[in-house]
């Protein structure tokens, strides 16, 4: 429950908990700088990018709600594609009326305080055309405010999360302690590139759970959930959102590595060859004496660990040659596909990795993450099998825990529908095996 002297202070890692006085404005921008999660590979945060305008109303973009309290409204707006203002308006007494006409393009969310609990309020949003004339406002957008006293969810927590998918629980310990269990109404917001644009859709309209997964996401992508009672006294108010989670990117080579690769022959290799693999990448140099003597050692062993069945890996050559020849006749005695020559990429990816010398391999985990920082030396089907352990941990260890949530989850569900069913099982014995019997002045329900 939130007081109107009250706001919420978006951390830089996400929507922490943490309240501080507000001044006495009503109006509360909430900067929006980019979202980060630790560990994860791809996307945007909230308001990190501008977007398109699509065909949304007369001004090409909708104003949409965020959040909405029982003192407070929080409004959001994707951010345009150029510098410039936004005017927010409301409707009051009738009228429209200015909140404030010089809100900066790097804010994309602001909270409305000092609301009447309960209450419909109508809010619209223009921006500033490139030459500086005001914009069409967008269509007006209607909120209310929660009921004094509406009890509210804990935000839900991320448990498990794919390229596709991102599995979610709440706790409801009012709802879980009942007789006959709420429904829950479950929404999504994505919150990178066009998210703001969107506003809060539907991610699941009822389910008796408290916990499911959402599927049918973008790969790369950051998202937020909130979750509401369906049914009941407290239906439809919706908990804060959770933390920005991102769906998982099993293309990051894509983003690292460049669209190709190409081979001794000089022939295309399709990058996605490299999905789900762990990577090795091999900085070398014809020019490099160390280099020379490690790659002829280097490809026996790899060749070696193929005519074995091993397939889990592959070696990609980032070069440091000083020439396309030499690159090109370095290139001839390897047996894997290489960066190609032409272009800035091969020498951005040595300061990305922080190469300060050569020979030097990085492998690289499934999720493209380094493993081991280098891995020249002694080459032996120990050392690989390292590489892997480390290489494919992570991996190992999301399935491993993803398949203990889900049997803890179902064994929580089983319970909690065995609860219920007894409970229906009890009510319906009470009804069918009592009956009303009439003894002169009284009747008395007594067992059949």
């Not at 049918?216 to 049914?231: I, K, W």
């Amino acid at each position: 429950r939130v007081s109107s002297s009250l706001v919420k202070e978006k951390k830089s890692a996400g929507f922490a908990d943490g309240w501080r006085a507000e001044p006495a404005s009503s109006l509360r921008f909430r900067s929006e700088e980019p979202l980060s999660v630790s560990g994860m590979v791809g996307g945007g945060g909230v308001g990190s990018k501008p977007v398109v305008d699509n065909d949304d109303g007369p001004a090409g973009y909708s104003l949409n709600l965020y959040d909405s309290k029982e003192n407070n409204i929080t409004l959001c707006w994707p951010k345009a594609p150029y510098e410039c203002k936004y005017e927010l308006q409301q409707k009051i007494d009738g009228q429209w009326t200015t909140l404030s006409d010089s809100i900066p393009h790097s804010k994309v969310m602001v909270s409305k305080g000092h609301l009447e609990p309960n209450s419909k309020y109508q809010f619209r949003l223009r921006r500033q055309t490139p030459d500086g004339e005001w914009g069409d406002f967008t269509n007006p957008l209607s909120a209310k405010t929660l009921p004094q006293g509406t009890l509210l969810l804990d935000r839900p927590a991320i448990h498990s999360r794919s390229e596709r998918w991102v599995g979610i629980t709440w706790e409801d310990p009012e709802g879980e302690n009942s007789a006959n269990p709420p429904n829950y109404k479950v929404e999504m917001m994505e919150t990178g590139d066009q998210g703001m644009a969107t506003g809060w859709k539907v991610a699941c309209s009822k389910t008796d759970t408290t916990g499911i997964r959402i599927k049918a996401l973008r790969p790369g992508r950051s998202y937020m959930f909130r979750v509401a009672r369906a049914d009941g006294a407290h239906a439809g108010a919706f908990s804060n959102p959770s933390v920005p989670v991102k769906t998982m990117h099993s293309d990051w080579f894509r983003n690292v590595l460049g669209t190709s690769l190409v081979n001794k022959k000089g022939e295309t290799v399709d990058i996605a060859t490299l999905r789900g693999k762990m990577v090795l990448l091999y900085f070398s140099a014809h020019w490099c004496p160390p280099c020379r003597q490690f790659t002829p050692m280097l490809a026996q062993f790899y060749e070696q660990l193929k005519a074995a069945g091993k397939d889990n890996f592959e070696v990609v050559f980032i070069s440091l040659d000083q020439s396309k020849e030499q690159f090109d006749e370095y290139l001839g005695s390897m047996p894997w596909p290489a960066v190609p020559f032409e272009g800035p990429l091969r020498r951005s990816l040595a300061d990305k990795f922080g190469v300060r010398g050569i020979p030097n391999l990085k492998i690289l985990s499934t999720d493209g993450h380094v493993a081991v920082d280098n891995g020249v030396g002694m080459l032996s089907g120990e050392v690989f099998q390292q590489w892997e352990q480390m290489a494919f941990a992570s991996q190992r260890a999301e399935e491993e825990a993803e398949a203990a949530r889900e049997a803890k989850m179902k064994k929580k569900e089983e319970a909690r529908k065995n609860k219920k069913n007894k409970g229906k099982a009890k009510e319906k014995t009470d009804k069918k095996g009592q009956k009303w019997v009439c003894e002169g002045d009284t009747c008395k329900m007594v067992d059949s």
